[in-house]
């Protein structure tokens, strides 16, 4: 020990943080399995990672200490960690570290941390996460955003995302440049999507949506594929609990392939990447396209048919019609050849019945033949070349011709008494013939 | 009957599902038949149209309410 100029013995402070050192090192020189909560964290430009632990009671920290991760560990031990719980090591967190005691007797008395056991943490996140769900599903609200009905055309989306955030862009283009030329009307209402502050922005995003809910069909969450760390932000309740309670679906397309966040849970549809969630909307607008093609081809069909009805009974119609001209014609022939052939009978009736009329008037006249007459025996008197039918014009002398059948006599008359009466029988005899015509 | 422009998606539907009802049924009249097909086609052609060209009035209501949310955000930062 070295004298100073007072009378008193002194340490000198770098011989008492020598003493300190040295104490802590022969009472304390394992290495310790430690449980504490990572009130801060820094890199240095070394790639040193310097923390802040503290053990807290409520609000209220009731032992902290510095350590430090030097960069050689920490490369290995952070990488490990983010494998393991998505996430890395960050302020908030609760973590089972293995530390030995420092003391440096410039920068005093730190923890050095050689080992971190990513379970622990995993354990404590899931418990908190745990604990979210559960309160969720105790006050109803883990599936009441489920509950609502899907827009019918899903066209007006409000869109909660970061411009800087991986996949924006990439869910504007699939839905703009869908293959069926649907035209999306989307607003975009820009948020944090990662950090300390994401959860509050994304409220915020929601609260303006909720203003103007009438003018959208439903709102997307979408954030970055290709990153998955950092979801803390949507394992919160106050986010997860507002998503379950909006009046229109929430669809998230928040991008990673762990365990569904609180928020995907509480949501009404959780999609994989924001591309999926363009699919999704994509397909919701054809479901309704092929509902509409399908109605307008029943009504095709359906009037297809009642055509082909109407045209069937049509033509059978006009073919009943085309038919009736031909058996009207039909039946007027057979009455033509009816009447034709009555006609023709009537006529040879008729012809026939004059030709017996002539036949028998030709015998009547025969019978009349003053040569037939002759030869039945009857003659033909004369007086001065006249035929001579009454008697009293006759006198004594008179010279008379008779005509028989052969030959002419001719005599001197005596007498004309008895003569009249016998001329009268004669007439009479010469008649019959006449009476049948 | 709504004129078309006032016509929503699920007022369209439901036209259109009405009017192949009608059809299917085979009652109705072959007159009317025309009328009804020719509305079908006016809802039709309503639909497909309005799933490709969003109209311009919700583009404009949407696009302020998200410069209204964008100068919001500003504010915040």
């Known amino acids: ?437 | 009957m709504p004129k078309n422009k006032e016509l929503t998606y699920s007022q369209a539907l439901k036209e259109l599902e009405k009017i192949v009802t009608d059809i299917e049924s085979e009652e109705v009249d072959i007159d009317i038949l025309a009328e009804k097909i020719k509305r079908a086609s006016q809802i039709l052609t309503f639909c497909k149209g309005k799933l490709r060209t969003a109209e311009d009035e919700v583009k404009k209501v949407l696009a302020e309410m998200g410069d209204k949310a964008d100068t919001e955000a500003a504010d915040e930062e």
């Open chain 1, 1 to 437: 020990m070295q004298k100073i100029s007072s009378e008193r013995p002194a340490l000198s402070l770098s011989q008492l943080n020598g003493l300190i050192k040295s104490a802590i090192l022969d009472t304390l020189p394992d290495q310790y399995w430690v449980v504490a909560e990572i009130a801060d964290l820094k890199l240095n430009q070394k790639g040193h990672c310097y923390l802040e632990l503290v053990e807290k009671e409520g609000n209220a920290a009731i032992a902290q200490i510095k350590a430090n991760i030097w960069a050689y560990e920490y490369r290995s031990i952070g990488n490990r960690f983010l494998k393991a719980t998505n996430e890395p090591l960050k302020q908030g967190m609760k973590i089972l570290f293995l530390a030995s005691l420092l003391f440096h007797e410039v920068y005093g008395l730190s923890l050095n941390i050689k080992d971190i056991d990513p379970t622990y943490t995993m354990g404590e996140m899931a418990r908190k996460k745990k604990e979210v769900l559960d309160r969720l599903r105790r006050e109803g609200l883990i599936d009441r955003n489920k509950a609502l009905e899907l827009p019918l055309v899903p066209q007006r989306i409000a869109v909660i995302s970061s411009p800087t955030a991986a996949g924006y862009g990439d869910f504007f283009n699939h839905l703009d440049n869908n293959p069926y030329g649907y035209s999306f009307v989307h607003t975009l209402f820009p948020a944090l999507m990662q950090g300390q502050d994401a959860e509050g922005s994304i409220l915020k995003a929601l609260a303006a949506i909720r203003k103007q809910k009438s003018a959208c069909d439903l709102v997307v969450i979408i954030r970055g594929g290709g990153s998955v760390i950092d979801l803390n932000c949507f394992d919160g309740y106050p986010l997860a609990a507002e998503v379950a309670n909006f009046p229109l679906p929430v669809i998230t397309g928040i991008g990673h392939q762990k365990d569904d966040t609180v928020v995907d849970i509480a949501a009404h549809t959780k999609m994989k990447t924001p591309t999926a969630v363009a699919e999704f909307l994509i397909s919701g607008m054809r479901s309704f396209e092929e509902n509409i093609l399908g109605l307008e081809n029943r009504i095709v069909t359906s009037v297809e048919e009642l055509l082909r009805d109407e045209r069937q009974s049509l033509i059978s119609f006009a073919q009943r019609l085309s038919l009736l001209p031909i058996r009207l014609a039909a039946v007027h022939r057979n009455r033509l050849m009816i009447i034709s052939r009555d006609i023709q009978g009537r006529v040879k009736q008729l012809m026939q019945h004059e030709q017996n009329r002539l036949t028998r008037a030709e015998q009547a006249i025969r019978h009349l033949d003053p040569a037939l007459v002759l030869r039945r025996g009857y003659s033909i008197t004369t007086l001065k070349g006249k035929i001579l039918r009454d008697a009293a014009l006759l006198k004594s002398g008179m010279l008379i011709e008779t005509q028989l059948q052969n030959g002419t006599v001719t005599s001197i008359v005596q007498s004309g008494k008895e003569i009249r009466k016998s001329a009268k029988e004669q007439r009479t005899d010469l008649l019959p013939g006449f009476e049948g015509a």
